[in-house]
């Protein structure tokens, strides 16, 4: 199916974005602005853009301790996200969440999450309650390949497997649990072999290439919403950054295997062909990054200057 | 005494009883050639090798679970979860195998397993990576609690939970991996159950566990310096088994009482710490004033700074606590 121009630069433009927010966060990190840590999805972003792009403002996602791409890419506010992040009061989650724990209910971000692997039975049970209320609504839970050696992996797919619910289960095999090459946590080599396990279809694709990614989240989300169940589809990507600021990314992985990957750079490639195929010029993509860094300097200035919130606030909302 | 950091002390431990026995060996998530996740595990996996430094996948329940099948057949394991607070992760593994093993099969066999994890907010890492999760494990009979609150300790426990014949948990203060302190010359362990007077004094007797040690230290010796106030500093360095007998001493001699715990202040272990000073010791008789606890006010770990701060007990909180009992 050929996608629309503004399908594909609906895209391009979320994965600038996520590009840039996450250069501000390593910046601002840097220079101490942001507490705690921050895992970034530099070298990722067609992963999250390819598989939103087919989701509407009422299905749902999980995601993970990496997860400021899957936010913005279901549609997230730059500048309540990058608040957040500062841990001020206007932030998603009024500075009581941060990096690791950002939502947003009413774009469907049932949110990030600090356990590795603790989004697969949530995403789970929201496949369960669209089939239960009747509704068309499909969830698509975001987890890494280490995550997928959690024993709650194996019981969320065999649940939505059993129950034939509508979850597509997004596996970013960046290769990587921090500092373990999958190679020493899994002997297989790709993580959508375990679909067979559970009797439900699985698909390898290129997580650089976004219209790769979009074309196999396509299938899967359609079969999804027509009750046709949940799919395991594996992204085949990689993080260019350490995983997390501050870890250079270098005990564990050669200079040349990161510079082979920043070769695939999913921005780089997907505007490189829109431009050849006369979608945009270079001049526009050029004026639209422009556009993109301004926002996240905007968002970065929003959230410099949000106020802190009050000590005491940290003892309001535990119960409704 | 030598200085070293309290990660250091830790990896010492490590290092000297692998080196001791050979049954001795280490999992966890990236503790190989990445040094664990704090990096206080640097070198091991260079003299003891792949065999005896293990990374695993990401599978706390398989960690655990395999430390215990482990240590049920010959095996001296130490497993490593990276932060008390995926100890969730591993639940049944934890109350339900390694804490009932032995009493439940009626004694037959011993289960020499130690869980290092890590304990303790201050750095903004939000609900799910700050917790002080030790009084759960405390509350299920069955699995020794090790809170070291010293680098001599952190060693010395450390140590000493390897050699043991039961299971131990040893929960390491992650915000003091990094700090300085002074550790004996040559080689010494330090029995688990005696807790550890770390300061003598005759106005108050401040129960402090893990990094409150350090924290209440320094307001004591603040306190006497200033305005003559002598705190006596208590440290149980091991939670269970509790030497009770060296607090209930020592709130006898002094007659009031601060317990400040990291952990939740609801059914926390200064919780447990008053009970036994009250229904063991027999307080109502001899104190002078109510007693005070300091531990995490009672919501998640909040992720901004002002927010944490709040919440988590800090030496401005103790010294709060003190002034009140002492005014009372
Ligand atoms: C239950 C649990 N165990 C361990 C960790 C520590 N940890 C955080 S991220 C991570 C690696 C995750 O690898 P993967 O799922 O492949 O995601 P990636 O970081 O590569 O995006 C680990 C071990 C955690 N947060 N939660």
Known sequence: MELSKEKKLWMLERMLQIRRFEEQVYDCFLKNKIPGFAHLYIGEEAVAVGACANLREDDFITSTHRGHGHLLAKGADPDRAMAEIFGRRTGYCLGRGGTMHIADFSLGILGANGIVGGGLPISVGAGWSAKYRGTDQVTVCFFGDGASNQGAFHESVNLASVWNLPVIFVCENNQFGISVHQSRHQKIKDVAVRAKAYDIPGVIVDGMDVLAVYEACREAVERARQGGGPTIVECKTYRFMGHHVGDPGTVYRDKEEVEAWKEKCPIKCFADKLIAEGVMTAAEFEALDKRVTEQMLAAVKFAEESPWPEPEEAMEGLYV | ?328
């Open chain 2, 1 to 328: 005494m030598r200085e070293v950091t309290y990660g250091e002390a830790v990896r010492e431990a490590l290092a000297e009883e692998m080196r001791r026995d050979k049954m001795v060996a280490l999992i966890g998530e990236d503790v190989g050639p990445y040094g664990g996740n704090f990096g206080i595990l640097k070198g091991l996996w260079e003299e003891f090798g792949e065999e005896r430094v293990r990374d695993t996948p990401i599978s706390e329940v398989a960690i655990v679970g395999a430390g215990l099948g482990a240590a049920l057949t010959g095996m001296r394991p130490v497993v490593e979860i990276m932060f008390c607070d995926f100890m969730g992760v591993a639940g049944d593994q934890l109350l339900n195998q390694v804490a009932k093993i032995r009493y439940m099969f009626g004694g037959q066999v011993e289960v020499p397993l130690t869980i290092r994890t890590t304990l303790g907010g201050g750095r903004s890492s939000a609900a799910q990576h700050s917790q002080s999760l030790h009084a759960i494990i405390c509350h299920v009979p069955g699995i020794k609690v090790v809170v070291p609150g010293t680098h001599e300790d952190a060693k010395g426990l450390l140590k000493a939970a390897i050699r043991d014949n039961n299971p131990v948990m040893v929960f390491e203060h992650k915000m003091m991996y990094n700090k300085k302190g002074f550790i004996p010359e040559g080689e010494y362990v330090t029995p688990l159950g005696q807790a550890a007077v770390r300061r003598e004094g005759k106005d108050l007797t401040i129960v402090a566990i893990s990094s409150m040690v350090y924290e209440s230290m320094a307001l004591a010796e603040e306190l006497s310096a200033k305005e003559g106030i002598e705190i006596e500093v208590v440290d149980p360095r091991t939670l269970v088994p509790l030497d009770e007998e060296t607090i209930i001493n020592s709130v006898r001699k002094t007659g009031r009482l601060v317990v400040a715990d990291e952990g939740h202040e609801t059914c926390g272990f200064a919780a447990e710490i008053i009970r036994r000073v009250v229904k063991v010791g027999g307080a109502f008789d001899y104190l002078d004033a109510p007693i005070e606890v300091v531990g995490t006010r009672d919501v998640p770990l909040p992720f901004s700074p002002p927010l944490e701060n709040y919440v988590i007990p800090s030496k401005a909180r103790i010294e709060e606590a003190v002034r009140k009992v002492l005014g009372y």
